[in-house]
């Protein structure tokens, strides 16, 4: 039996902090992994959502432009318009008709992606409870949100965590100069017969001592491998420097972009609002003779495309809310929980 006990070995001591920095790099993969999953499932959930209310207004509109073409055909039946009033409005239900086939598919697309992602079908995403009030950012500042992202991004603790490795790689590229030191312990038995009187001799021999390793020469083979590791170590600060200037334009690209959806939001809700009063007006005057239903006919596209663009609007300030959060390293499931209390029950 052998055994040995390494007293003074600088190589294996940074093998062992390299191991535990492995573990802390893994442990950052795992939450990158766990955040992209949040925004995956999130993206598809409000891709559904968006897909649903599109194929709601067209339909709308294709009810709309339905009445319209109705309504030519009747008035060219009884004189008062022309045939091309009547071949305009059917063009424009054909090219509606259209439409409603591409957003029906788009919608069944959005859901298949939906449904693979979370292992369950026919997956149903609540709408957004009315009246919609999105949550404002929190902190305000840009600079703050880079701060954050600087300590808990998990690319940047994941690219310090890689520069930590490669300065453990020249420590123990450089140990290759330095002498070892191992307690030994040895025992041993052997057994043999006297052929003579037939008694058999046994012997136990046991041995403690220290073993002390000092290289003499490598013929260059531990300062090659020294320059080899500095140049790596190198390579990792400059990893490491390139995430963090990465990590905070993406912070920023975040901030602005939440900053400016929630801004296009307010102005699709004023304009959704302009819409509807321009609907009524138009339709007052198509009653009183001074408007024609085709004028009807565009006021009523332009509120439903205005509502179509505030829905989208707002799936993307909550989403752009996640993907803040992410790019600073705080997305966590709290973050869908709160997003969660913002859907019709």
């Not at 891709?47 to 030519?72: G, H, I, P, Y």
């Not at 054909?94 to 697309?109: F, H, M, P, Y």
């Amino acid at each position: 039996v052998n055994a040995r006990y390494p007293l003074f070995n600088k190589a294996n001591d940074a093998t062992r902090a390299q191991a535990q920095k492995s573990l802390q790099a893994a442990q950052a993969d795992l939450v990158t992994a766990e955040q992209d999953l949040i925004l995956r499932v999130s993206q598809a959930y409000f891709d559904v959502l968006a897909a649903q209310d599109t194929l709601t207004f067209v339909r709308a509109q294709k009810t709309a432009v339905a009445e319209q073409l109705a309504s030519a055909k009747r008035n060219f039946e009884v004189g008062t318009s022309t045939i091309t009033d009547s071949r305009e409005a059917q063009a424009r239900f054909d090219l509606v008709v259209a439409q409603e086939i591409a957003a029906d598919n788009d919608l069944r697309v959005k859901k298949l992606a939906l449904d693979n992602l979370v292992g369950k079908a026919n997956a149903a995403p609540k709408p957004l409870a009315t009246p919609v009030v999105l949550p404002a950012i929190s902190p305000d500042s840009v600079e703050q949100w880079v701060q954050q992202a600087e300590e808990a991004s998990p690319a940047i603790l994941q690219s310090r965590t890689n520069l930590d490795v490669a300065r453990l790689e020249t420590e123990k590229a450089k140990a290759g100069h330095l002498p070892t030191l191992d307690l030994t312990a040895s025992y041993s038995q052997s057994r043999s017969p006297n052929n003579l009187t037939g008694v058999q001799t046994r012997s136990n021999n046991s041995t403690v001592g220290l073993q002390f390793n000092l290289p003499l020469y490598t013929g260059g083979q531990t300062q090659n491998r020294i320059s080899e590791t500095l140049l790596l170590e190198e390579k990792a600060r400059q990893d490491l420097e390139s995430a963090r200037r990465g990590i905070a334009q993406g912070t920023r690209v975040a901030y602005f972009g939440v900053v400016s959806g929630q801004a296009q939001v307010h102005a699709l809700e004023a304009a959704e609002a302009s819409s509807k009063l321009a609907l009524e007006a138009t339709q007052l005057g198509y009653r009183v003779g001074v408007r024609v239903n085709l004028d009807v006919l565009n006021a009523q596209t332009q509120l439903f495309q205005t509502q179509r663009d505030l829905s989208k609007a707002r799936y993307d300030v909550l989403m752009g809310g996640l993907k803040l959060r992410q790019a600073s390293g705080q997305l966590a499931s709290s973050d869908v929980a709160a997003v969660n209390t913002l859907l019709a029950r």
